[in-house]
């Protein structure tokens, strides 16, 4: 099943994108994919999640009109290998 990045526009499997939610206007990740609610998919790299953060990607897939806090958003390549690992 495909999904669209937030962040870079392009379309990968579900398997290779993050899931990403709001938690009382905290977005978190979805390591397992199952949690409640709207997510949004991103690509596992930094330049994915800063121009989502840019471009107010995450509010617009969320649906929110709150401002989000995404300080608790920061990949390093080795996390995100990490989190792609545990789920497949």
């Not at 962040?7 to 993050?18: K, T, V, Y």
């Not at 969320?62 to 690992?85: F, H, P, R, W, Y």
């Amino acid at each position: 099943m495909n999904r669209t990045c937030v962040g870079c526009r392009q379309r990968s499997q579900r398997a290779d994108l993050l899931r990403i939610v709001s938690n009382s206007e905290v977005l978190a990740f979805d390591h397992q994919k199952n949690m409640p609610g709207r997510g949004a998919w991103i690509h596992p790299s930094s330049d994915c999640l800063n121009l989502a953060i840019q471009r107010n990607a995450f509010g617009r897939a969320l649906k929110l009109n709150k401002q989000l806090d995404s300080s608790g958003l920061v990949i390093t390549k080795e996390q995100a290998e990490t989190m792609l690992a545990k789920n497949e």
